[in-house]
């Protein structure tokens, strides 16, 4: 019989989710639990698995469209319902003799709810040859007939995505992989000796969307070339470049569907920007005491194997701050009227990433010791950049930091993140002139700014809580004046 996967509900009030791709194609067998899509909420990448094992029938969404929670996804031809079913939901079998021989089934989905059968539930026993032959369906031979298909090419969902994008057909690749595995190198190669179109998609896919075949771009709701809210047409560049574009050949426009991570960017920071009064203070410091420390805990052989950065020593020092300056780690409950001041420090991490800025923080950072904190640090920020980052590491942030500076960058005036009262830039380290022991000296110097929610913190308690952090990376001794 045919059964229908739909979106599940992801928690965390997410009501739709951006498919990114597909890990499986029509006539694959699937397994219980294998992953079958990969889907983009408005927090973190999440890989949906199969609630049935059986045969993939059709695939019912395209790559870049967004569904609502609910919605079908794809059909998956099955022999039997031995798999997750919700409460209240009717069985086939309910006339065929529970077997209590039958093993209990405990595991569960994430996402498809818990499972409805328990110990105190009869089992069913499982149905003979001549049962089944007995009540065989239309459907149940179409299952047969998909389950003789031949499977799909060999490929890590990845290279699969990457494939889709530039328009590769997977099944007239030969892969060079281990045991016929497609690799990425073997996808571009393909493209390599293709037509300019390919090419379009490709610099579609890098703008943060993937392109389809036909060069067109799909919006939201996964309709091809439809009204846009401003009455225009979501087309790629591909579809209306000249033949030989005077440029040497790049897009003279592509346009990419808002959705996903970039989508909830922009309402969260219009939403800050326009809710919360911004307003921001900057303090320039010589941190050549805090370099000349950092390189002692990394010739440190109790240190080894802890990738302790100048960002760490900065969390540190915002942590020891946010003691005699709570203010700035509080949020503003418009709904209920109140302030609300945290007893805790989740400490937000700002991440450049390939699907845009994502803020995962670590819970409780204000009670981890040094190494601690740099393993946590270091784990969010590569799992982030990995797009494996979960929407509980991106939830509960009381306070961020940014490092703006490994951009090249001196200084800036970051948006709240919303909800939280403050949020700290790091600028560039610069070696530069400045006075040191009554004398002109070449210093490591680094501007630091806050940005904090004008309703909850004064500017006195902004430039106490910066000259704090300031102190501590200037004089890292003087710590032991503030604990």
């Known amino acids: 019989m045919i059964r229908t996967i739909t979106l599940p509900d992801l928690g ?51 790559p870049g469209a967004t569904v609502p929670v609910g919605s079908a996804l794809l059909t998956v031809a099955v022999d039997e319902p031995s798999v997750v079913e919700s409460a209240g939901t009717p069985h086939p079998a309910a006339d065929v003799p529970p077997d209590p021989a039958a093993p209990a089934r405990t595991s569960v989905l994430v996402g498809y709810g818990p499972l409805a059968e328990t110990s ?25 007939a998909l389950s003789a298909r031949r499977v799909g090419p060999k490929v890590l969902p990845p290279v699969r995505k990457l494939a889709h994008d530039l328009g590769v057909d997977l ?57 846009t809210a401003s009455g225009g047409t979501v087309r790629a560049a591909a579809a209306h470049e000249p033949a030989s574009p005077p440029n040497g050949g790049a897009a003279r426009e592509v346009r990419t569907p808002i959705s996903g991570v970039r989508k909830q960017t ?13 307003a921001s203070t900057s303090l320039t410091v010589d941190v050549t005491p805090t370099l000349e420390l950092l390189e002692q805990f990394r010739a440190d052989r109790v240190l080894a194997g802890h990738r302790i950065s100048i960002l760490t020593l900065v969390a540190k020092a915002v942590a020891i701050a946010l003691r005699r300056n709570p203010t700035l780690n509080a949020r503003w409950d418009d709904a209920a009227g109140e302030i609300v001041q945290y007893g805790y420090v989740n400490l937000g991490i700002a991440a450049d990433t390939p699907r845009g800025l994502l803020v995962p923080c670590v819970k409780d950072a204000d009670g981890l010791r040094l190494p601690e904190l740099a393993d946590a640090i270091g784990a969010l920020t590569e799992a982030a950049r990995a797009g494996t980052t979960t929407p509980a590491d991106l939830a509960g942030g009381t306070i961020t930091i940014t490092n703006i500076g490994v951009l090249g960058v001196d200084t800036g005036t970051p948006i709240l993140v919303p909800g939280q009262a403050a949020i700290l830039a790091m600028g560039a380290i610069r070696r530069q002139p400045w006075e040191f022991q009554d004398q002109i000296a070449l210093r490591h110097v680094m501007t630091l700014s806050v940005s904090f929610d004008h309703r909850l913190v004064d500017g006195a308690e902004a430039a106490h809580f910066l000259t704090d952090v300031g102190a501590i990376l200037a004089r890292p001794g003087s710590v032991l004046s503030m604990v």
Do not use: C
């Open 120 to 144: 105190a539930r009869p089992r069913r026993r499982s149905r003979s040859a001549a049962w089944a032959a007995a009540h065989a369906t239309a459907e149940d031979a179409a299952a047969v």
């Open 171 to 227: 099944n007239k690749v030969d892969g060079s992989g281990k045991d016929g595995m497609i690799t990425r190198e073997d996808v571009l190669h393909v493209v390599s000796g293709a037509d300019p179109a390919p090419v379009a998609q490709a610099r579609a896919a890098t703008a943060g969307r993937p392109a389809s075949r036909s060069g067109t771009v799909r919006p939201a709701g996964g309709r091809v070339g439809g009204a």
């Open 12 to 62: 965390e009030g997410l009501t739709e989710s951006d498919l990114v791709e597909w890990s499986v194609a029509v006539g694959d067998t699937v397994e219980l639990n294998q992953v079958v899509a990969e889907v983009e909420t408005a927090k973190a990448l999440v890989q949906l698995p199969s609630p049935y094992a059986g045969v993939v029938a059709e695939l019912l969404v395209e």
């Open 266 to 278: 922009a309402a969260a920071m219009v939403a800050s920007a326009f809710t919360a009064p911004h």
